[in-house]
């Protein structure tokens, strides 16, 4: 009995290496311009929520593309990622579009989860990138009572045409959820 229980002891302590190699790996082929990368997210959505503190590290990698695919890996995830709000929050400043673009919209699919993210939010509805400030928009109507300082916010962002859907729509969700 104890043998067997060495054995199955082992075994674990080594998947849990394999595991945490085969996401440095996958965390590696994020980004990259070929077959890899799409393997790379399919892998990191199987791993799931163990995966998290990895993809919260590639968002801070130097390559744009692999901050943009962490980002998009985790809007797969959803709320099962909710320790990322607070990084992602942090990207809907980065330098490139696409990075903080990824980042609003995992922030939408986190819905009540990325509420520590509000105030990033607010400021990324005044971004130059108009697909950044929609699903800013949709992000904290998303979130719902946890963003209703956000209210000012989307009603000024309301006048302008092309949120003005989005905006309002988060407004009533937010209202609704009090």
Known sequence: MTRRLTLLVLLAALGCRSRE????????????????????VRGLLDIGEPAVPALVAALGDPL????????SVIWGL???????????????????P???LSAAMA???????????????????????GNVRLWAAKAL????AGAREAVPALAA?????ALRG??????RRINAAR
Do not use: N, Q, T
């Open 21 to 40: 190699s085969r996401i440095a790996s996958l965390i590696e082929d994020l980004g990259m311009e070929d077959p890899r990368s799409g393997r790379a």
């Open 64 to 71: 744009p593309r692999r901050r943009a695919a962490a980002a």
């Open 78 to 96: 959803g709320a099962r990622a909710a320790p990322a709000a607070p990084a992602l929050g942090a990207a809907l400043a980065d330098a490139e």
């Open 98 to 100: 696409a990075v903080r």
């Open 107 to 129: 922030l939408e699919s986190m819905g009540p989860a990325a509420s520590p993210a509000v105030p990033a939010l607010v400021k990324a509805l005044g971004d130059a990138d």
């Open 141 to 144: 109507g998303a979130i719902g």
């Open 157 to 161: 962002a309301a006048r302008h045409d």
């Open 166 to 171: 989005a905006a309002e729509e988060s407004i």
